[in-house]
């Protein structure tokens, strides 16, 4: 039976990482045409665009009860190289007849107070690009109003709802920008603008190149600091890595034993 085959996208390794080590023993995929980015894959794929046979640490793939094959790239940070990245990945995927049939983009980010605190877990249900526009006097213009497009897309609208349900998170818009907020001001302005949960900077580029491929999107967050003034000393950076690998253990089953794709 071919395999669920998912695609993970974070910014950087760290949490790349922390992703796998929820998910269980990991193999290097050898890919050629993705250069200059390693790519880790989790469970068994009968994919022929793999290098060799995926075998786990703990030995060769033995069959899940719904076998899933999960593929985890670190992109980069910001939406331009995670819109890249996730490009790449599923323009491979495609060439090599075996289609991803979801992206997560993930990671830290910053939460909004007092909706998202340190350490808890944001699932988006739709993604913003808060900060691309035009920015005036009289206030924000998205690329919706300047008629350029759109500055936003929605999630799996029921996916991401069971996703936040079964792990107790937040279900609310991500917000990504290019420019990390430092100000409560700028804070204050983002949270009456969107109601968003959280602020990161990826999961606009991924979503733009999933919707290009047609393939269902989510995001999930877990939150390292509060937006608002700098203070790079406050952000707790490891609690959020375990989070992350906690969620997508949780996830991992409920892709397993949920319902097949195509995802909603
Ligand atoms: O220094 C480390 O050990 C380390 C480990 C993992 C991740 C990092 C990052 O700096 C990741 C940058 C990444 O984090 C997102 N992020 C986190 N907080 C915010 C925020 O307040 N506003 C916007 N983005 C945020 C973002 O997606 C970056 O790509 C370091």
Redesign the pocket.
Same mark, same amino acid.
């Given at each position: 039976m071919n395999p669920v085959r998912v695609l993970v996208v974070?910014?950087?390794?760290?949490?790349r990482d922390?992703v796998a080590r929820g998910l269980g023993p990991t193999t290097a995929v050898g890919r050629d045409d993705l250069p200059g980015r390693e790519m880790l894959r989790v469970g068994c794929a009968t994919d022929t665009s793999t290098a060799s046979a995926p075998r786990t640490a703990a030995g060769p793939c033995t069959a899940p009860r719904r076998p899933l094959s999960t593929d985890l790239v670190a992109g980069?940070?910001?939406p331009a190289a995670a819109a890249a990245a996730t490009d790449a990945a599923l323009t491979v995927a495609n060439v090599h007849g075996t289609p991803y049939h979801l992206v997560i983009s993930t990671? @830290?980010?910053?939460?909004f107070a007092p909706i998202a605190d340190v350490g808890s877990v944001v699932v988006a249900d739709r993604v913003i690009a808060a900060d691309l526009g035009c920015q005036t006097a009289d206030g924000f213009l998205s690329m919706d109003s300047l008629g350029f497009g759109t500055s936003e897309h929605a999630c799996a609208p029921h996916l991401s709802a069971a996703v936040a349900r079964v792990l107790g998170a937040v279900h609310a818009p991500v917000?990504?920008?290019s420019t990390?907020?430092g100000t409560a001001e700028r804070a204050q302005d983002l949270r009456q603008r969107h109601g968003a949960a959280?602020?990161?900077?990826?999961?606009f580029g991924v979503a733009e190149a999933a919707a290009v491929h047609g393939v269902p999107l989510l995001e999930l967050?877990t @939150?390292?600091?509060?937006?608002g003034p700098r203070d790079r000393a406050a952000?707790r950076?490891?609690d959020?890595?375990a989070a992350l690998r906690d969620a997508f253990g949780v996830l991992h089953n409920v892709l397993a034993r949920g319902a097949p794709p195509p995802y909603t």
């Amino acid at each position: 039976m071919n395999p669920v085959r998912v695609l993970v996208v974070t910014a950087v390794e760290a949490e790349r990482d922390a992703v796998a080590r929820g998910l269980g023993p990991t193999t290097a995929v050898g890919r050629d045409d993705l250069p200059g980015r390693e790519m880790l894959r989790v469970g068994c794929a009968t994919d022929t665009s793999t290098a060799s046979a995926p075998r786990t640490a703990a030995g060769p793939c033995t069959a899940p009860r719904r076998p899933l094959s999960t593929d985890l790239v670190a992109g980069g940070v910001g939406p331009a190289a995670a819109a890249a990245a996730t490009d790449a990945a599923l323009t491979v995927a495609n060439v090599h007849g075996t289609p991803y049939h979801l992206v997560i983009s993930t990671g @830290i980010a910053g939460g909004f107070a007092p909706i998202a605190d340190v350490g808890s877990v944001v699932v988006a249900d739709r993604v913003i690009a808060a900060d691309l526009g035009c920015q005036t006097a009289d206030g924000f213009l998205s690329m919706d109003s300047l008629g350029f497009g759109t500055s936003e897309h929605a999630c799996a609208p029921h996916l991401s709802a069971a996703v936040a349900r079964v792990l107790g998170a937040v279900h609310a818009p991500v917000l990504t920008v290019s420019t990390v907020t430092g100000t409560a001001e700028r804070a204050q302005d983002l949270r009456q603008r969107h109601g968003a949960a959280a602020e990161a900077m990826e999961g606009f580029g991924v979503a733009e190149a999933a919707a290009v491929h047609g393939v269902p999107l989510l995001e999930l967050r877990t @939150i390292s600091n509060t937006v608002g003034p700098r203070d790079r000393a406050a952000w707790r950076i490891p609690d959020a890595l375990a989070a992350l690998r906690d969620a997508f253990g949780v996830l991992h089953n409920v892709l397993a034993r949920g319902a097949p794709p195509p995802y909603t």
